[in-house]
């Protein structure tokens, strides 16, 4: 079993910038990848940005440029760095972990809220 704790959502103005923070903890488990959805209101869940166990990354065209992903083996936590935020960026992100025995985890979510 796999606990996932996202931290760092708020409220930024356009322009601005926040990192979110996702760590995962629990006992015999080994992560495959984690990474980040977002969903906006009246949106379908839209997957932004992954990092495997390799440290390949992967961020959706529509944030590219503008977030980045990386993580921290020691701590199994996952970050995203998010800047020159945009209105449309708005929604609430949720932390996924995918482990090497085919299971997923969520976070609880996070809301992020850029206004213009």
């Known amino acids: 079993q796999v606990q996932l704790v996202e931290s760092g959502g708020g409220l930024v103005q356009a322009g601005g910038s926040l990192r979110l923070s996702c760590a995962a903890s629990?006992?015999?488990?080994?992560?495959?990848?984690m990474g980040w959805y977002r969903q906006a209101p009246g949106s379908q869940r839209e997957l932004i940005a992954t990092?495997?166990?390799?440290?390949?990354?992967n961020v959706a065209d529509s944030v590219k440029g503008r977030f980045t992903i990386s993580r921290d083996n020691a701590q199994n936590t996952v970050h995203l760095q998010m800047n020159s935020l945009k209105p449309e960026d708005t929604a609430v992100y949720y932390c996924?972990?995918?482990?090497?025995?085919?299971?997923?985890?969520w976070g609880q979510g996070t809301q992020v809220t850029v206004s213009s």
């Open positions: 629990g006992s015999g488990f080994s992560i495959n990848r």
């Open positions: 990092i495997t166990r390799f440290d390949s990354t």
């Open positions: 996924y972990a995918y482990t090497r025995s085919g299971d997923t985890y």
